[in-house]
């Protein structure tokens, strides 16, 4: 089993190389933000609640992230592996993640963390709002909410897996080929590691 994490600030890139990386490798997609935000479209109860901290630009409780991503993975028994995109965001989240994982006997194989400068993140994800129909990239306070919150909490993230030598940084500028071509050596590297 192949477990990957797409890391990196909000507007780097992940969903966009997401989309390419399960086809190539088909792995199973499981993005927290994709999962809050069709809870938010059948307006369940999780929803209205995520709703009002994610409109802020803030992080949804720990607990209830873990929840959906541990129901995601009972749920797909048989798959080749998953692709967690914007999963995990916190130190606390990652530590349940790993444990999760461990229960599975399928560790994550690498995390792959897209850098990208802050002035282009802003610059994409206002663009992004002209289209994407998501008020989180329509403001450009949220916006910047969203970043600092993702220096001020998901940074870290990346020290945690770092200490199992599992980070690959890899410039998140440049055309998508580009990118996806340096994502797809780091992880047929990866994967020849672990046969
Ligand atoms: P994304 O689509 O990954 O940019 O996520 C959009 C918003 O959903 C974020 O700004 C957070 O409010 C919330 N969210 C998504 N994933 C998480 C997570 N792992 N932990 C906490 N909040 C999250």
Avoid: W
């Amino acid at each position: 089993m192949f477990n990957l994490i797409l890391f990196g600030p909000p507007g780097s890139g992940k969903g966009t190389q997401s989309e390419k990386l399960i086809d190539r490798y088909g792995l199973k997609h499981l993005s927290t933000g994709d999962l809050l935000r069709s809870e938010i479209a059948r307006q369940s109860a999780l929803g209205l609640e995520a709703k009002k901290v994610m409109d802020k630009g803030q992080l949804v409780p720990d607990e209830v992230v873990i929840g959906m991503i541990s129901s995601a993975l009972d749920q797909n028994p048989d798959v080749n592996g998953f692709l967690f995109d914007g999963f995990p965001r916190t130190s606390a989240q990652a530590e349940a993640l790993d444990k999760l994982l461990e229960h599975r006997q399928a560790p994550i194989s690498v995390m792959i963390a897209l850098d990208v400068s802050e002035e282009e993140l802003v610059k994409r994800l206002m663009k992004r709002g002209e289209t994407s129909g998501r008020s989180d990239d329509t403001n450009e306070q949220v916006i910047r909410s969203r970043i600092t919150e993702y220096h001020n909490k998901t940074a870290a993230v990346a020290d945690h897996y770092q200490k199992f030598d599992k980070v690959k940084m890899i410039a998140g500028e440049g055309s998508i080929e580009e990118i996806f071509a340096c994502i797809c050596i780091e992880i047929d590297l990866r994967k020849l590691q672990q046969t």
